[in-house]
């Protein structure tokens, strides 16, 4: 079941975000199980922020953004199998699978958020793909003195596309999540 709701019409069904789509289940969860399965296996590392740790845990393939030098720099070749995901987020997304040159790979434990913001200026349209749990996806923009808020329930195996407005204007962020979740940020790189 998809549900979505706006804080400022609580709710009412809204439009969503001009450049957002959502699609449940792109993966199946026999799909979703197996890649899990491997993600399991790589070298996850805690997400460092200038010094800071998140309570996330990240891999970057393809190009990865370098915070100190505020640079993309060529990571690893994204792993195949990888590959038929991203096929499959780029489908949904109408995007060239090869433009999504960048796979980031997070792990939140239970109780780890992502703050608001947008993602760097380097990468264009953004699809992320749910794996293992539900969140809350959060999007919020200003609209004269206050936040226009939009947010969705982003299921385990579903995609979801950050584009135009949605990706230029809107701010996202997912509050501390209640179980293990994974996601596969596919960004395009130009
Ligand atoms: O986990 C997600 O779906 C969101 C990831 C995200 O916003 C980011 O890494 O910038």
Not at 53 to 82: C, M, N, Q
Not at 92 to 98: H, S
């Amino acid at each position: 079941m998809t549900s979505t709701q706006g804080d400022l019409f609580p709710g009412g069904d809204r439009p969503l975000p001009e450049g957002f789509r959502y699609k449940p289940m792109i993966l199946s969860d026999t799909a979703q199980s197996e890649v899990v399965e491997e993600i399991q296996r790589l070298p996850l590392k805690p997400f460092d922020f200038h010094g800071f740790e998140g309570k996330r845990r990240v891999i970057s393939y393809g190009w990865k953004y370098d915070f100190e030098t505020g640079r993309l720099t060529f990571a690893a070749a994204i792993p195949t199998f990888l590959l038929p995901t991203r096929a499959m987020a780029a489908a949904f997304a109408d995007i060239d699978p090869d433009r999504l040159r960048q796979a980031l790979v997070t792990e939140y434990a239970p109780g780890a958020p992502i703050g608001w913001h947008k993602d760097k200026k380097a990468f264009g349209r953004v699809v992320g793909v749910s794996l293992l749990s539900a969140c809350t996806f959060r999007l919020r923009r200003r609209s004269g003195s206050k936040w226009e808020r939009f947010s969705i329930v982003a299921e385990p195996g579903s995609a979801y596309l950050l584009s135009g407005p949605a990706r230029s204007e809107w701010e996202h962020s997912i509050p501390p999540v209640e179980r293990l979740r994974y996601s596969i940020t596919f960004r395009e790189v130009m």
